[in-house]
């Protein structure tokens, strides 16, 4: 399906969506970059990688799992899960055991280190929200949230018809 070109006061819907598409980007580079990471991270004073991060906060919400499960959960590569895995683990940050189902598949889980860590962290990134945000009204702050919200399942649902796309041809 082509973008719409029709033009309201001399702007087209695909100007509006390139705009758009712009300003997600650019919101996505700075909020999950190098810099934010290390302000947040130093804030929560915990000196973790980003992988590492992105780890204990799956594991917070997950609870214990399986290695292999944790790619899909972040969205990182197995051989860096294993890697982060591992220095999570000498750090006391993570719990690894033998899954009782299947011997061979390890689960991984927070140790109490790990979940004060991603508590930090979290609480790092609240006060971090609360200070860019400060000026918003509750509404303006409500509505921006159901927005993206909407925005988040669109581009979610348009990935999804992209990859069943590119499965068929």
Request: zero cysteines; glycine letters at 8%; proline letters at 3%.
């Given at each position: 399906?082509?973008?719409?070109?029709?033009?309201?006061?001399?702007?087209?819907?695909?100007?509006?969506?390139?705009?758009?598409?712009?300003?997600?980007?650019?919101?996505?580079?700075?909020?999950?970059?190098?810099?934010?990471?290390?302000?947040?991270?130093?804030?929560?004073?915990?000196?973790?990688?980003?992988?590492?991060?992105?780890?204990?906060?799956?594991?917070?919400?997950?609870?214990?799992?399986?290695?292999?499960?944790?790619?899909?959960?972040?969205?990182?590569?197995?051989?860096?899960?294993?890697?982060?895995?591992?220095?999570?683990g000498d750090?006391?940050?993570?719990?690894?055991?033998?899954?009782?189902?299947?011997?061979?598949?390890?689960?991984?889980?927070?140790?109490?280190?790990g979940s004060?860590?991603?508590?930090?962290?979290?609480?790092?990134?609240?006060?971090?929200?609360?200070?860019?945000?400060?000026?918003?009204?509750?509404?303006?702050?409500?509505?921006?949230?159901?927005?993206?919200?909407?925005?988040?399942?669109?581009?979610?649902?348009?990935?999804?018809?992209?990859?069943?796309?590119?499965?068929?041809?």
């Amino acid at each position: 399906m082509r973008a719409d070109r029709a033009t309201v006061r001399g702007v087209s819907r695909v100007d509006d969506l390139r705009k758009l598409d712009q300003a997600l980007s650019r919101i996505n580079r700075i909020s999950t970059g190098r810099v934010s990471a290390r302000n947040r991270s130093e804030r929560a004073g915990i000196l973790l990688s980003r992988p590492a991060i992105s780890i204990l906060g799956a594991l917070q919400s997950s609870g214990p799992v399986r290695l292999s499960s944790l790619a899909r959960l972040t969205g990182l590569e197995a051989p860096l899960i294993s890697r982060e895995i591992k220095e999570l683990g000498d750090d006391g940050y993570v719990v690894r055991s033998s899954d009782p189902t299947d011997g061979r598949a390890g689960i991984v889980e927070l140790s109490p280190k790990g979940s004060d860590a991603w508590n930090r962290y979290r609480h790092a990134a609240d006060d971090i929200n609360a200070e860019t945000f400060s000026d918003w009204s509750s509404d303006d702050l409500r509505t921006l949230r159901v927005l993206l919200e909407r925005v988040a399942r669109d581009v979610a649902k348009g990935s999804s018809i992209f990859q069943r796309q590119s499965k068929a041809s």
